[in-house]
């Protein structure tokens, strides 16, 4: 058993050595394999065979080792047992702890946001907001901050659900909302300036997925005046937390902004 226990961390501590090669013009080596878990070639192939057996492992013509297509299903049965929850629940923490506001985790949905999960701050006024509840994507800074990243046909599914007005100031215009969305698209983020609830401002970023798909957007929502005061440090935090959640789930695609 012990035996079969060490050859197991040596083979994953060569599957982390072959990994690491990756964006190399040349993959691993034999002699570079041995060197790195303090081996012999020998024992270093047969550690290998397996491993290449799998596809975890590819050896390519001039000898050196890279990772194989198998690892592909194991990336993928992961992403797929992650709970985007799970990923955001530290982040939403530390947001409400840093702002004292309540701090959001929404996903999209045929024109409308879902809350999915919720963490309070200490401020002594909080938005009355629930896991669970739904609200219009055309008039919440979440919905816009996914909304901007989805396809037009879903821009076209909010247009013709309507976008009556919550409040004086929510979009109700068309085009108004496609021009608000391409700012919202180059910025990375969105607003909800009074357009949702009379008296309560939010500011939200998408959160992406592996596949580099929108997948949830991040929220901090209060009072609208403690809110716009610090815009811009919320903005930056929220914009850091969406990302930091974005890489949880195996976004590895850069900035999505035009």
């Known amino acids: ?9 040596r083979a994953l501590n060569l599957l982390d050595l072959v990994a690491a090669t990756a964006g ?13 878990i303090e081996s012999t070639k020998s024992t270093v192939l047969r550690l ?11 050896q390519d013509a001039d000898g050196t080792y890279r990772i194989g297509m198998g690892i592909l299903g194991l990336a993928g049965a992961y992403l797929a047992d992650l709970d985007i929850r799970t990923a955001a629940q ?8 840093a702002t004292g506001h309540a701090a959001h985790l929404l996903v999209y949905s045929e024109g409308r946001v879902t809350y999915v999960d ?7 006024i909080q938005m009355a907001s629930r896991i669970g509840d739904t609200g219009t994507a055309y008039s919440t800074a979440s919905g816009k901050a996914m909304l901007a ?18 409040t004086p100031a929510t979009i109700t215009d068309a085009q108004q909302l496609r021009d608000h969305l391409a700012i919202v698209r180059k910025q990375g ?12 401002r939010c500011v939200a970023a998408p959160v992406f997925n592996h ?4 997948a949830a957007a991040v929220s901090v929502s209060g009072p609208a005046e403690a809110v716009w005061n610090k815009r811009e440090a919320y903005t930056d935090l929220v914009v850091d937390g969406a990302r930091r959640i974005s890489a949880q789930l195996g976004y590895r695609g850069g900035d999505r902004s035009s």
């Open 189 to 200: 983020y969105a607003y909800d300036d009074l357009e949702n609830e009379d008296g309560i």
């Open 118 to 124: 919720k963490v309070t701050g200490k401020s002594p």
């Open 211 to 214: 596949t580099g798909a929108v």
């Open 90 to 97: 530290p982040v939403l923490r530390q947001l409400a702890d």
């Open 149 to 166: 990243y989805l396809d037009e046909d879903e821009v076209r599914r909010v247009i013709a659900l309507g976008m009556p007005a919550k």
């Open 1 to 9: 058993m012990r035996n079969n226990s060490s050859s197991l961390r």
């Open 48 to 58: 290998l065979a397996p491993l290449v057996e799998t596809q975890l492992v590819r």
């Open 24 to 36: 190399r013009d040349q993959g691993a080596s034999l002699t570079e394999l041995a060197a790195g």
